[in-house]
């Protein structure tokens, strides 16, 4: 059984920084993507970043390029996404989610995801 559980939310004011984890059990990375995506309250889930093991490439909302960074430790299964200059625009909850058939032109699609964790919360504060 697949399973991703994030961690490292929390509530944080403007220009912040949190660390948001995403372990996972149950597969290796090989071959996957690792996504993050976002639901904040009436909105619709928005796909932050990717990490894809298959073609070692990663990707960003553009909105968060150059604040957030997706990182791994594939020793620990483990998906980072530190996140500097935090907004309150920011303020969702995030979900880790895997895919074995991401592609690039389709990362932010989270129809490519077949497993998700159950999201953590992050509140920016202005």
């Known amino acids: 059984e697949v399973k991703l559980v994030e961690s490292g939310g929390g509530l944080v004011q403007a220009g912040g920084s949190l660390r948001l984890s995403c372990v996972a059990s149950?597969?290796?990375?090989?071959?996957?993507?690792i996504g993050w995506f976002r639901q904040a309250p009436g909105k619709e889930r928005e796909a932050v970043s990717c990490?894809?093991?298959?073609?070692?490439?990663?990707y960003y909302l553009d909105s968060v390029k150059g604040r957030f960074t997706i990182s791994s430790d594939i020793a620990e299964n483990t998906v980072f996404l530190q996140m500097n200059s935090l907004e309150p625009e920011d303020t969702a909850v995030y979900y880790c989610a895997a895919g074995a058939l991401v592609v690039p032109s389709t990362w932010y699609k989270d129809y490519d995801y077949e497993h998700w964790g159950q999201g953590t919360q992050v509140t920016v504060s202005s």
């Open positions: 149950g597969l290796t990375f090989d071959g996957y993507g």
């Open positions: 990490i894809s093991f298959g073609d070692n490439n990663v």
